[in-house]
């Protein structure tokens, strides 16, 4: 399919005028990006990203499910790939840093290895990965859990968006069509390098331009619904009554209370209630409402949902009401590599940049990725802590340290 790419000049070599430049796929009203899997806008953006590699002296390719890679060959034959890269995809109105800078600073880290010292002695690639945010259709981590071999078509049959569109066509339509699908597993990756805004105020109030993540947390997500009984506001005696409100009000506070409690990392949200029939002089017979769990250590996660869990049932079963807890997500925790870690910290110190350790509260393909091979997470600050939103902003100054550091390690890894 023949792509019209956008008209956007930019300063080459400069990260801010390169996030601006790929914001403009896809950029809104209120000044920020919406780039969803599939979309045109997102298409444009890949293969804009595709000539800028081939314009450096890449290899460029995508892989069957829309994975772009921009290969310098290693010298040395038969070598492992050192890959490196995040994803372009966006939420819905979101910023313009969240996974782009993390494809923008590979890009320019290897240009930049690539200009000053040669052809590496291992291959590296950079991946633009094409889906992380499950912002368009009902799952995430598309493209690195192909790469994994988690996913394959089977996973997204009958999947269709918001809209009603189905997943499949958008995949042909955005020039990746099903019938010609092959599984793009990968055998050949040595290690896994990602770099990415910390979308949280850890590393911007202890005034440090690295992180260095030990951990991503688990996720796990729930729907809890109560049924109570539907009855008359004015004559219904307290005693007698069976409100699903008022038990999901005693649920959520008693959720939020033992998160706070149990562990400092522990993070539980409800940021979804839906009431039934949602009606000022009716005592509400139904809730169901969204729950967010999230931790660094799956026994803190096991301990934290079998209390609150057994404690809704009781406290159900006392009032006569009925609950039920249906899980729709499920990501273990995982901890990345501690050698490769240990060398940004090296590397960090060398360049007298400020970092600290950090623990990633959200989801990252580096997740994926730590489950299959050494992988390393690298956060540079996010102002204010604001992400998802136009307002997310990361600094020149700390953009460049991140892409500094992250130029060592890949010179490290593969010259």
């Not at 997204?156 to 968006?161: F, K, P």
């Not at 509400?284 to 026994?299: C, K, M, N, P, T």
């Amino acid at each position: 399919m023949a792509i019209q790419i956008e008209k956007f000049k930019y300063e080459k070599d400069n990260v801010a005028s390169m996030i601006e430049w790929l914001a403009s796929f896809g950029l809104t009203e209120n000044q920020g990006v919406t780039r969803l899997l599939y979309s045109k806008e997102w298409v444009k953006a890949q293969h804009a990203l595709k000539k800028e590699m081939e314009r450096v002296g890449l290899h460029t390719y995508f892989d069957n499910v829309g994975n772009l890679f921009g290969r310098l060959e290693g010298t040395n034959p038969g070598s492992k790939t050192i890959l490196t890269g995040s994803h372009i995809d966006t939420v819905v109105d979101g910023g313009k840093y969240d996974g782009a800078f993390g494809v923008i600073a590979s890009f320019l880290a290897v240009q930049r290895l690539y200009q000053t010292y040669g052809p590496p002695r291992k291959t590296i690639e950079v991946v633009s990965i094409c889906e992380e945010e499950g912002s368009r259709f009902p799952l995430t981590f598309w493209g690195s859990r192909n790469i994994q071999g988690v996913y394959g078509l089977d996973r997204v049959i009958g999947l269709t968006d918001s809209e009603g569109y189905p997943f499949l066509s958008a995949m042909k339509e955005a020039g990746f069509d099903p019938d010609t699908y092959v599984p793009p597993v990968r055998d050949d990756i040595e290690r896994f390098v990602e770099i990415h805004i910390e979308q949280g105020m850890v590393l911007e109030k202890n005034q440090k331009s690295i992180g260095v993540v030990s951990h991503i947390v688990g996720q796990r997500r729930y729907t809890i619904k109560v049924q109570g009984e539907s009855n008359h506001a004015g004559t219904t005696p307290m005693n007698y009554r069976k409100d699903a409100v008022s038990a999901a009000s005693e649920y959520i506070s008693f959720l939020t209370k033992k998160a706070k409690e149990m562990n400092p990392h522990l993070v539980a949200t409800v940021g979804r209630l839906d009431v039934l029939p949602n009606v000022p002089n009716v005592v509400a017979g139904e809730v169901e409402f969204s729950l967010d769990i999230r931790h660094h250590q799956e026994g803190i996660l096991d301990a934290f949902c079998e209390e609150i869990f057994s404690t809704f049932q009781s406290h159900a079963d006392d009032g006569g009401l009925q609950v039920e807890i249906s899980q729709w997500m499920d990501v273990l925790p995982i901890e990345l590599n501690e050698e490769m870690n240990a060398l940004v910290r090296e590397i960090a110190e060398a360049k007298r940049i400020p970092y600290q350790d950090i623990i990633s509260g959200a989801g990252h393909d580096a997740q994926v990725f730590g489950s299959f091979c050494p992988t390393c997470l690298i956060f540079v600050p996010s102002r204010d802590g604001i992400s998802h939103s136009p307002k997310e902003f990361t600094n020149v100054h700390d953009l460049e340290k991140g892409i500094d550091v992250l130029s060592e390690i890949l010179y490290q890894l593969a010259y």
